[in-house]
């Protein structure tokens, strides 16, 4: 008797199903979710790749709706591309993504950021400071994030 032919195996892929119809799973979060839930590595990894072959799971279309969700939220390629490594998906190019949802990660970071701050172009150190860090928490890279102020013209205030 195969796996999924089993009590157990129907189960596991009962839990999968639900979890699918509710939102895309990695191949990773799936797993887990069966390890906390008491079934065993060897069953769970039998039915989940049975459900990818059979095109309830992929991990692909699991990247393409977690990056069009977090660019949405306002998040950068940084913190985008090390949530998904977490989440079991690596190498995944976030580009093609993007273009769904904004023309480019400059447009994302300039939305975060006029979100969050009024436009004041001379800030004193401190404040800019404070804004960058913000920017690199979102997920956004130092060099971006220096393009982003110059393109915008924000300066700090010596003075």
Same mark, same amino acid.
């Given at each position: ?64 709706? @977690? ?11 940084? %913190?985008? +591309?090390?949530? #998904? /490594? =977490? !989440? $079991? ?27 969050? @701050? ?11 400071? %404070?804004? +960058?860090?913000? #920017? /690199? =928490? !979102? $997920? ?20």
């Amino acid at each position: 008797m195969s796996e999924i032919d089993s009590t157990v195996g129907k189960e596991i892929r009962e839990i999968c199903l639900r979890l699918l119809t509710r939102r895309e799973h990695s191949y990773k979060e799936l797993i887990e979710k069966l390890a906390v839930k008491g079934f065993g590595r060897f069953e769970s990894q039998a039915i989940v790749d049975v459900l990818a072959e059979q095109g309830w799971q992929s991990d692909l279309r699991f990247a393409e709706s @977690y990056t069009r969700y977090r660019i949405k939220k306002g998040f950068g390629p940084i %913190k985008i +591309s090390f949530e #998904l /490594q =977490q !989440r $079991g998906i690596e190498n995944f190019d976030l580009d093609p993504t993007l273009l769904d949802v904004a023309d480019d990660w400059d447009e994302v970071i300039e939305s975060v950021y006029l979100k969050k @701050y009024s436009d004041d172009k001379l800030l004193v150190k401190k404040e800019w400071l %404070k804004r +960058s860090r913000f #920017l /690199q =928490q !979102r $997920g956004f890279s130092s060099e971006r994030i220096s393009v982003f102020f110059k393109r915008f013209n924000i300066q700090l205030n010596y003075s």
